[in-house]
Every structure is written in C-alpha cells, then in structure tokens.
C-alpha cells in the first residue's frame, strides 16, 4: 500500500512530478486526476507499460484505452488522419472532456488500441494531468483507475482503496470538478459518432459537427467501447433506478433530486446535471461501503445536459 501523494492541486510539486515523470518512462503505473475521473496511467508507447494496466484492472485486451496528450500537436503525433473537423472539436473542447476516435499511427501500440485501427485521443483539463504528461513528455495511456466494471474513482481515496497496492504511485488532486468519464466521439465513420455520452453534450458537439450519430454502430473485433456494455460503473450493492416506483423492501438507501421517499438513509442530490454528476460517484463509493440492500435512485429528467448522468445510472442499474 502506498499514501496518496499530495501536490497542491493549483500548482503541483516539481519533485513529486519528476518522481511520477520517472516511473513512466521507467515503465511503471501512475494514477492521476484529471477533471472527469482518475486515470490509471502508463507510458502510450511502451506495450509492455500498457500490459501492466489491464492486469491492474483486471481488464480484458479487448477494451481500448484513452491516450491523453498535452496538445494538439502531440495528438496529431498519434493520428494518421487528423482532419479538420478533429482540429475544430479539438480547439473548441480541449483541454476538456472530450475523447476524439481517430485513425492511429503505428507508433501506438496495438494492445493500447485493443487491436483497432484507431485511437482515442484527450487533452485532459487538470493541472496535475497536464504538468505530468509534459513532464514525462509522453502520451499517457490511462483508462479509469478502478477494477473492471466498478465505479470509476473520482479522488486519490477511492484509487487507494482499490488499486492501491497495483499502482506504483497516486498523485492526489483533490476530488474531481466533473465527476463522470469524457464524451467518447468517433470520427472514424463518414459522420461522427457518440460512442459515449457526457458531460459535453450531443447538442454542444453538433454546434461545430453538424448532425451527429449516436450509438455503436458497427466495429471489428474489439468491443467498440467498454463503456457501452449494458452492465458497467456498477457498485456491488444492488442499484435501482426509481421512476415512479415503490421503494424495494428491505435496508436500502434513497438519493433523489425531487421526490423524497422513506428510507433507512435518504439523501438529496443536486438538481442540477453539473452539480449531480460531480458528486455522484462519491455517493455510490460511500454508499456502496454500508452493506445496503439495495441502493434507489430517482430517475433524472430526460434533458440533453443529463444524457450522461443518466447513461451511467442506467448502466449500473438491476432491472427492476
Ligand atoms: O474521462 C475519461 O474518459 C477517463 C479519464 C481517465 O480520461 N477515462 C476513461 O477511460 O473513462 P475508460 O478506459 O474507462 O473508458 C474509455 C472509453 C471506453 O468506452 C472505450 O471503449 C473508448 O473510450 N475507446 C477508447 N479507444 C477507443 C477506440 N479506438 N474506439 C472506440 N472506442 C474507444
Ligand atoms: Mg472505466
């Protein structure tokens, strides 16, 4: 087990970042904020670096990675086709949380990209994330710094607990400012497809895009996006996503935006997307740890801004 490491998120500690840039080049594994979810981190260009992250995690190689970059230029350096509607998305939302779906170059190495012909490509709006990629001067592969399937880590805590004797190093950068993963967009297709939603909404995509696809699509082998599996962001305790319903009987904890109901613990969640999906995470980690029953949610409102709040709940959701 090693402690969270703790540069002041503001403006990170050169020695601790040095030591972090070090164990990249060197090969090892480094968890790092970035403002959507801690990201488990290696070197995007060592295969052997990459390995060591799904063995963490207990992934299977058929799910891709995010590789984060520092600038365009260095996603340009990965990409075989960078078009110029990947330069305007890239200049509107980055650094920010959007991942861009491009033709790889062959510098990236196929288990990064699960054997797929493209690559995701994020700047990430974090300090520590952007101080640490520059420093390694390296593409970071990272996918969430979580177990497969569970729900993804939103402070150096949540990492601690569940990979932290798998990771050679957590930089801690304080809780997360957007709480659930990047919009995934593929411009692989004639028309650019959401492979998964977020907090970058379809609507602010098709300001710059034109009308887009949403939804898989066809793919090769690999699975096109983990993040569409019908079962995912799951805690262990049993989820239900509450639209009208009855509470189910039993010990079981309630968090609604609306609509109060009695149960052994209640609580009320920010009514707004922003503010919701921020704490969300943190909720169902804690949540998750008190040996409830069953954990309720009341269904959020069908609106563009909470397309991704809802596609996680549905996702870490048991069909009533
Ligand atoms: O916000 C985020 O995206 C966080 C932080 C750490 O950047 N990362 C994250 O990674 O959520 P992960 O591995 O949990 O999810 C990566 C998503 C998956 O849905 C994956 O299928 C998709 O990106 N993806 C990555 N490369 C892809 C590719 N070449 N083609 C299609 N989908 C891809
Ligand atoms: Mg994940």
Redesign the pocket.
Known sequence: MIDPASPDPASPDPALLARAAAILRDGGLVAFP???????GANALDARAVERIFLAKG?PAS????V?VDSIEMARSLALEWTELADSLARAFWPG?L?L?VP?QPNVPDIV??G?P???L?Q?DNPVAAALIREAGLPIA?????RFMGV?PTTAEHVLKELGDRVDIILDGGPTR?G???T?L?L?DDRPRL??P?MITREEIEVIAGEIEVGAGS?GN???????HRKHYSPSTPLFLIDGERLPSGRGAYIWITQPLSAEHSQQMPPDATGYAAVLYDTLHQLDERGFDWIAIEKPPDWPEWAGVLDRLTRASTVL
Do not use: D, W
């Open positions: 970035t403002e959507t979810v801690y990201g488990l992934r799910s891709p990675l995010i984060h949380p991942t779906i790889k990209t699960a797929l493209t690559v995701g994020r990430p990272a996918p969430s710094a979580n993804s957007i659930i993963e990047s995934v593929s692989v492979l998964r977020g793919f690999a699975h096109p996006s983990p993040g569409l």
